[in-house]
Structures are given as C-alpha cells and as structure tokens.
C-alpha cells in the first residue's frame, strides 16, 4: 500500500481526533462574531473556502477565504487564520508575517515545530494528521474536521460516514472517464474544487470544478458521453436533466444518498456528508492514476511544500 492509500484510509481515525483537539483548541480558534479571513494555497485555499461557506452559515460571522498570494493587507479583519500543512509554504508565511503585530494570527498546521507556527500568534498543530505524501488527503479534510466540530457540527458522526466512503465501491469505473467535472454550491464549491485538484495532481487527468448554478453559464459545453458531472451538495432544479441530455454521467453527492448513472448502470445510495463524499473522490482520483500506469505518491512536477526563493 502506497502513503495515499493508507493516509486516505486513516481519515476516520484522524477526524475524530481532530475533532476532540476543537474542543481544546478554542483561544486559538476564531471567535463567533469576529470578521474572520483564512488563506492557504492549492488544497488549503480550498478547505479555507469550504470552511467560510460554513462559518457564514452558521452565523458566526463574516468569513472570507483568499489564496496567501493574493491576501488584501489592509482590509481590517479581526483575526487572520492560515492553512498550512508543512509550515514552509513561501506565500503563507508572507502573509503571517505582514499581519504580525498588526491583527491576531493563528495557523493550523502538520508541523508543530514549523517557521508558520513560530510567526502566528497562535497555532493548532495536527501532527496526527501530517503525511508523507505530496498529494494532500487526510490532512486537508482533518483540518476541515476540527473546523466543523468547532462550529458545533457532530464530527464523530462524520467519522462514521468516512469509514463508509473508505469502503464503498467507486460510483463508476476511472478506465471509462474521459473528463470529470465536479460541481458544488455554497461551502461544497470548496470541495468540488478540491476533488477536480486531486484529479489533476494524482492522475494528470483533465478535471475542471465550478458553482453548480454557473455550470449551465458555458462549462456544460464540454459535457458528453464518456465524461462525468459529479455533483456535490444540494443542486439546482432542471439540472440533472440537462446534464442527462448531453450524454454525459451524472454523479449526484449529496448528504443523503450518492447516484451515479453510467450507461444505463445505476450505483447504489449511500448516505454520505459531502466531506465524506471527498474521500470518494480522492479514491477515484488514485484509482485513476493507477490506471493509467502512474504512481500517485510521485506526481509530476510537484512537491510537498512550495519553497520559493
């Protein structure tokens, strides 16, 4: 078994640990009220994303999610958090460093001992849920569980959900994909975002995300038998049935039930949380590199941390 597959594997686990660390990590952790930004880049800008959708939702607050690069300065935010899982990525410490002294700092991290722990003000570190690989898995959707347990969310729950998703058969077999397109709305625009990006990382396959609703807004052009449109998330009405009618599959996550039509196979239901559904994702995404005769712990052209100069 390669690191992907057994840190994949082992999200139940961390899940639950990360949501037990929430409950002792709430000084570090932004308040109910307070105007929040989280940064990150690649897979953490996504988590960032997909946790401001939920913050936002859940009253808490004005939340907003930046790539570190493109972090705005001067906009006043109560409290500034940055995804990072090395610690080392070149743009997130840019960021800490300018708000330093300037606004509260905190940062989830892998590595407890990294420069992004040292510069934040405070930090919450997730050894538990670093890895060796260079394609994210466990730690992105750990970091997302500490998160939704912060936010009151019934992550042990979650957990359970994970070990199905771990279990579960593929909704549909990665040899007869040609393009896979994943669509989200509100706080699942993160996660589809995400699932096109391991696609892209751990497979070189082409693999696009949008908002469900701007879907129908030009990137249904490509839509066509042999490709894919998973969705998840609620989505909205008539959708379906357009996707039906250009001939591409339709793959349907949602919190209660997954559907997969392939060529007039229909899959099972399992009833799944979107960041469970993740976990589908990412398996396809392995499966689909190793189909192709390429190695997802060795993805090309990539590295654990981008260190610039």
Partial sequence: ?????????????????????????????????????????????????????LRERAGHGETDAFQASEFPLDRPYDRVVAITRS??????????TAVRGRRPSSVIVGDPGSPAAELADQSVAMPFADERSVVQTRFATSTLALLRAHLGTDVPALAADAEVAIRAPLPFDPARVEQI???????????????????REAATAWAEAYPAMDYRHGPISIAAPGRVVWAFGEIPDGLAEDIAATGAAFVHSRTHGVHAVIGGWAAGRTPLDPMADLILAQRFAVALAKGRGLDPDAPRHLSRSVVLA
């Fill in 87 to 96: 610690g080392t990525t070149t743009e997130v410490l840019d960021v800490l």
């Fill in 181 to 199: 397109t994943f669509l989200g709305r509100g706080w699942t625009v993160g996660i589809a975002h995400e699932a096109a990006l391991k696609c």
């Fill in 1 to 53: 078994m390669g690191h992907v597959d057994a840190e994949i594997s082992s999200q139940p686990e961390c899940w639950r640990r990360a949501a037990a660390l929430a409950a002792d990590s709430t000084a570090a952790l932004p308040r109910p009220g307070e105007r929040v930004a989280v940064v990150g880049c690649g897979t953490s800008w996504f988590m960032a994303t997909a946790y401001a959708g």
